[in-house]
């Protein structure tokens, strides 16, 4: 499994539209297992293909210690309110209190390509909001008022001053030596 970089804000494929999955394939899996690696390594809960530079419409999400893989996500209901805080990996150090649905079901493929269908409240909910918001192309700053966009955009600005590259790389997480399989010890 790999560790791959992650692309920040301004790099255009985060304002694509993806494609829709066809077949969930082994190519497909491994690039799972790689969105898995590079959010536990980048500590956070979830991670969506743009994010790794792919147009697949593929989420990862893990909140609670239940990881979640999410192909072709689509919210097919929504109810209720939630003001919360949210930062995300491809814009760090930048955070935002977002308005979203307390409590979402979420249809999806899993890695194997079944359908399914999960209920999401509190941060799991807003996690997989915050996911399939990525694979619209769609980022949580837009939904700040206008002066505090601003005011992230230009903390934003600042911090990247003179920065070209529009990736970033994230150290492979340390693996305690009892969560590490036998045959790597
Ligand atoms: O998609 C991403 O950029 C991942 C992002 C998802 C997310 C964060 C906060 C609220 C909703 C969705 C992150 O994981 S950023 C890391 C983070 O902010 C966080 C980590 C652990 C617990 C709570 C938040
Ligand atoms: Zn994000």
Known sequence: MSVL???LLGAPILRQETTPVETVTDELRTLIDDMFETMYAAKGIGLAAP?????????VVDVDDNPLVLVNPEVVLSEGEQKGEEGCLSIPEIYGDVVRAERVIVRALDREGKPFEIEGTELL????????????GKLFIDYLGLLKRRSALAKWEKMRKGEKSLTRSVAPKEVAAHHRRDEEL
């Open 5 to 7: 970089d992650i692309y």
């Open 51 to 59: 994010q790794v530079g792919r147009t697949e419409r593929i989420a």
């Open 125 to 136: 909910s807003r996690c997989m909001q915050h996911e399939i918001d990525h694979l619209h």
